[in-house]
């Protein structure tokens, strides 16, 4: 079993010198050696605070540069990240955050939002904000002696890795906890059945938000384990987004078909923009066919539809989605059997 911090680690040592992260609202950017120098202050900062093995802390931000770090961090910790929707309102997130028993958490510079969390966590908990506000602690003060730390001790497998949520549509948002022992399959699924090629060549643009599964394992993971470069979209903008990939050179995507339908319909497409794209995936929502035949004339990439990022990153797959959008195959670690109405896992 591999854990987060494994595979990022093992890739830093690959190419430490290649760009790991770039950050779109100021002009931050680090290689993957500086990346690993930064976890280990930000992660002695927060074992300062009280956060080892086995905590549960709560990050509540859009997909912002210190949220990457800080994640990673905790990962270095052993401690388990609990991402949750940063949109909510200050009393849902409060509510989440009590019923995790969360022992940290990292929030926005909302004044409303420091007082419900901190009300919600242990005495004594951190909690961080990225800014100043009354209440919360400046995450930039969250950096510790990084030789103090302890060499990483690997989780078991069966010990929790992260806590996502669910959408929220019946009620509160509920939390689904990750083992250790998943995460590496849900990051070395993105070969086999998305296409994509470990190295250096890989600049994966961040569309999909870190607090779900497609932005977290398909972005952001997928990138730092692969030796590619993850450039941050801290806010989705259709004509943004049109803009960064040209700017960047953009080879990889993958996110939800609501996003692709706004860029090709922002006010600065061209397709010409488009150019650098090599491999796009979807996955959380089937696809209009006209939207699928219009983006398979226009940019120079292979599609592929992904199924069942939520429940296992890939459950099913079609490597071929274009003329055929609602066709789904087995991958690697699937099964696909037909049971009467109302069976059982033996029918």
Not at 116 to 132: M, Q
Not at 196 to 210: E, M, N, V, W
Not at 215 to 230: C, D, I, Q, S
């Amino acid at each position: 079993m591999h854990t987060t911090y494994d595979l990022v680690w093992y890739a830093a040592e690959r190419t430490p010198d290649h760009l790991a992260i770039v950050d779109d609202r100021t002009d931050r950017k680090l290689t993957y050696r500086q990346m690993m120098l930064e976890v280990d202050i930000i992660a002695a900062g927060l074992s300062e605070r009280g956060i080892k093995s086995g905590s549960r802390f709560a990050t509540v931000l859009p997909n912002f540069f210190e949220h990457c770090l800080v994640i990673l961090a905790m990962a270095r910790l052993g401690a388990a990240p609990a991402m949750i929707n940063a949109r909510l309102t200050p009393a849902e997130i409060a509510q989440l955050v009590a019923d995790g028993d969360m022992d940290g958490a990292i929030i926005l510079p909302n004044g409303d939002v420091a007082a419900a969390v901190s009300k919600a966590l242990p005495d004594g908990a951190p909690l961080l904000s990225v800014g100043d506000v009354l209440g919360a602690e400046d995450f930039e003060a969250c950096r510790g002696d990084a030789a103090s730390l302890a060499p990483f001790a690997r989780p078991a497998p069966q010990e929790l890795a992260y806590i996502f949520y669910t959408s929220g549509t019946t009620g509160l948002p509920k939390g689904v906890e990750i083992s250790q022992r998943a995460t590496e399959g849900r990051i070395t699924w993105v070969s086999p059945m998305g296409g994509l090629r470990i190295g250096t060549h890989s600049r994966i643009l961040g569309l999909a938000p870190i607090s779900h599964c497609i932005g977290f394992y398909g972005n952001f993971l997928a990138a730092l384990a692969y030796n590619g470069t993850y450039y941050i979209m801290s806010q989705f903008d259709p004509a943004r987004a049109v803009d960064m990939i040209a700017e960047h050179e953009i080879t990889f995507l993958f996110t939800v078909p609501t996003f692709f339908a706004g860029m090709v319909q922002a006010p600065n497409y061209n397709k010409v923009k488009m150019v650098s794209l090599e491999l796009v995936l979807f996955g959380g929502a089937s696809i209009p066919p006209p939207l699928l035949a219009q983006i398979d004339r226009e940019w120079p990439a292979t599609f592929r539809h992904i199924f069942g990022t939520t429940e296992t990153m890939c459950s099913l797959y079609n490597p071929t989605p274009v003329g055929q959008s609602t066709r789904l195959r087995a991958g690697l670690y699937s099964r696909v059997r037909v049971i009467r109405y109302g069976g059982g896992p033996d029918d």
